[in-house]
């Protein structure tokens, strides 16, 4: 991966801004340096491309109080100082693994924050600056993040498998399960994240790397045809997925004669 840095350290210019936002900041940040909002204080703090949480990015900090306690960020717009003189102009600028850094390719997440235009206000016949175009609010938008619904089936001949894995950053926003026939003896479903660095089965009991999407399993021996909306864990960070992250179902009890399905939505963050 590429990082991305200034030609000069701490001096940015704003071509243009569409929109911004001044708040402070909850630890030191340099401008240039890519921010997120806290969602517990509503604070500016660094964003980084290591994980879902972590890639809820807000924009470039352009500038800070004298004291660094409160910073502008630009969402937006268009900016100068970025060492942009190797690349091609429309190339794609990716937010960084690295805390509070651009690079020129993608981190475990896979975001575009911006692409690399001309600026065209110099003398004719001389080649044209590069500037970085930005737009942290392809973020979090419609026609980047419309949701997705995994189906599977649950018959008696089910077993504990894989049902998705994750192409990039998603959070689980919804689990429902309907059946036309109940299962046997204490039958139960247990939707489970295994995070891409564990190599535990489906039906593994949770731990550091195994997840539980659901507060408790679901009772296959529920009366017929009535959907089934179980409680999402409460833990939230357990509710997202990184690139490589799998989602598995732990059956329990008898399954004979089951006939349902399980749907689960996601949403690409």
């Not at 689980?172 to 109940?182: C, D, M, N």
């Not at 939707?191 to 790397?209: C, F």
């Not at 409680?231 to 179902?249: E, P, Q, R, S, V």
């Amino acid at each position: 991966m590429g990082n991305l840095a200034l030609v000069t350290a701490g001096i940015l210019h704003v071509v243009e801004s569409l929109e911004q936002m001044t708040l402070p900041l909850a630890e030191t940040v340099l401008v240039g340096q890519v921010v997120r909002i806290d969602t517990t204080y509503g604070t500016f703090t660094k964003a980084n491309a290591s994980s879902a949480a972590e890639a809820l990015a807000y924009g470039i900090l352009v500038s800070k109080d004298a004291a660094g306690k409160v910073g502008t960020a630009v969402r937006r717009g268009v900016l100068d100082g970025y060492n942009l003189a190797a690349l091609n102009f429309a190339a794609k600028i990716y937010l960084s693994d690295t805390d509070g850094t651009l690079a020129t390719t993608a981190g475990s997440q896979t975001l575009v924050v911006g692409d690399v235009i001309a600026g065209t206000a110099t003398t004719l016949g001389t080649a044209y600056d590069k500037l970085l175009h930005l737009d942290f609010g392809l973020i979090g938008s419609v026609t980047n993040t419309a949701p997705i619904s995994i189906r599977t089936d649950l018959l008696a001949s089910s077993v504990d498998a894989w049902v998705f894995v994750a192409d990039r950053a998603y959070e689980v926003t919804y689990i429902g399960e309907v059946h036309s026939v109940v299962g046997g003896s204490g039958a139960t479903v247990q939707p489970r994240k295994v995070t891409a660095a564990g190599t535990d089965a489906p039906g593994a009991t949770a731990g550091a790397t195994v997840k539980e999407l659901t507060t408790a399993a679901i009772d296959l021996t529920a009366t017929i045809n009535v959907v089934q909306e179980p409680a999402l864990t409460a833990t939230a960070a357990d509710l997202l997925l990184a690139a490589g992250d799998k989602i598995g179902l732990n059956f329990a009890g008898t399954l004979t004669g089951l006939v349902g399905t399980l749907t689960i939505t996601l949403e690409p963050r």
